[in-house]
């Protein structure tokens, strides 16, 4: 088989080059710029220009950060790639597990299908900005107490919308819950924990 029939070209212009051009749009979707004081400044990465790029500041878990973005990046892959913030995860990517769900000045949003550049001069809280040092957040503490996780990966997402549940007075029997949580899909089926987990926090709350 022949350079050219494998895919491999002469003029220069491969398969391979191809799959690595895309490869790398994909990860040097962001970079950063300098901000006054009070900002932070992070380390700038290798970036493939794409013409579409979008200069925004804003609030991670009390954090303030400076960015240049590409304005197809979404939020989540701004959090994970570029802050390292991981407790948000990455599941169907879609909008439709929840394992993503972070809040955006307050409200819960998935991070998957929220553009990065919506962010620009608004407050993001993940899973790490819920504990007060190593006083873990009453719904974290309720979901260790009522066994609410297995493998633990949508738990984030889990915990994150079941505090926006219960701030937003809607914790008020179990029908409500879970339609509220119908949103976060847990695989492994801890969803009687979940739900005991919430009531227990909404209680402790009101309480």
């Not at 809040?103 to 819920?130: F, M, N, Y």
Request: negative net charge; charged residues 20%; contains cysteine.
């Amino acid at each position: 088989m022949t350079g050219e029939q494998s895919g491999d070209r002469e003029d220069g212009v491969t398969r391979r080059l191809v799959i690595g051009t895309g490869a790398g749009l994909a990860a040097a979707g962001t970079m950063t710029w300098h901000l006054p004081a009070g900002a932070q400044e992070l380390e700038r990465p290798f970036v493939v220009e794409t013409g579409n790029v979008v200069r925004l500041t804003l609030e991670v878990n009390g954090e303030v950060f400076g960015l240049e973005v590409d304005s197809r990046a979404s939020l989540l892959d701004l959090l994970r790639e570029r802050l390292h913030v991981t407790g948000p995860k990455k599941g169907c990517d879609h909008g439709q597990c929840g394992a993503c769900t972070v809040h955006l000045d307050g409200r819960p949003v998935v991070s998957c299908l929220t553009l990065a550049a919506k962010a620009d001069g608004r407050a993001i809280t993940t899973i790490e900005g819920l504990a007060d040092g190593d006083d873990l957040h009453p719904m974290q503490q309720a979901f260790i107490d009522h066994d609410a996780l297995q493998c633990g990966y949508c738990t984030p997402g889990q915990i994150m919308s079941a505090v926006a549940c219960v701030r937003a007075g809607l914790a008020t029997d179990r029908a409500s819950i879970r339609e509220f949580m119908s949103g976060n899909i847990c695989r492994c089926g801890a969803y009687v924990g979940i739900v005991a987990a919430i009531e227990a926090a909404a209680t402790s709350e009101q309480g």
